[in-house]
């Protein structure tokens, strides 16, 4: 996947005339990186620029061509994150494109009832993965139901085929917590989603494992995800405050 260079401050791009926010944010792209594909542009909360997603990465660029900008924008007045709210706009949507049948999906069980669900970007050999599923019980007790979707990481050699083998047991569940314990899953083939399922997480700028994302798409710290009761507490707190709007 081609990424865009990280870009300090303006970058000058040279006036653009086009008829149409993507070749004004094509053309303004092309004297940087002419082979970058360009996943989405859509109009900024910042005035005067369009909001575009590259290679993963959000980039504003000028509505004129002339400027660009990489990195996230904040609106200081309201201190929000500008660029981490319409990342998760674009997680949620992509996330809801994905079926049960390409999940693995631990909830509670009764008498406990589903409050909140979470998804979690996981790979078999990431120790941090590791770590959150052995609390799996905890956070199922709470209400949290997990959907698991596969990323296999590069840095991992042989987490692909680890998790297509737990895909293709008989009781995924089962080989799922087996293999996060540290048991060799098998090199059991079938189709399985793991290839598409690792794509989308590097298409929505997902880099490391476990990425845990809330009902809302958007990412949830590690220090608050790899605890329980702060996952609950949150979860509920960002329910609040949806109700509220």
Known sequence: MHRLPVLIGVLFAGSVVAATP???????????APQVKIDAVQESPVPGFYE???GGEFVY???????MLSGSAFDVANKRDLTQQSRAKVRKAALAKVGPDKRIVFAPKAPAKTLHTVTVFTDIDCPF?????????????????????FYPL???????KKAAAVWCAKDRVAAFTEA???KDPGTATCANP???????????????????LG????QIPGQIAMSPDMLAAELDRQAGTAAAK
Do not use: W
Not at 22 to 32: D, H, K, M, N, W
Not at 129 to 149: E, M, S, T
Not at 215 to 218: I, L, R, S, V
């Open 180 to 182: 996060m314990a540290g």
């Open 52 to 54: 575009a997603i590259v």
């Open 154 to 160: 590069s840095i991992h050699p042989g987490a692909d």
């Open 61 to 67: 660029v000028s509505k004129d061509g002339r400027y």
């Open 194 to 212: 793991v290839a598409e399922t690792a794509m989308l997480a590097q298409t929505l700028g997902i880099a490391a494992t476990p990425t845990i």
């Open 215 to 218: 009902p809302d798409g958007a």
């Open 22 to 32: 993507e070749e004004v944010v094509r053309q303004a792209l092309g004297p940087v």
């Open 129 to 149: 993965c590791r770590r959150f599923h052995q609390q799996i019980a905890q956070y199922n007790a709470k209400g949290i139901a997990v959907d698991y979707l």
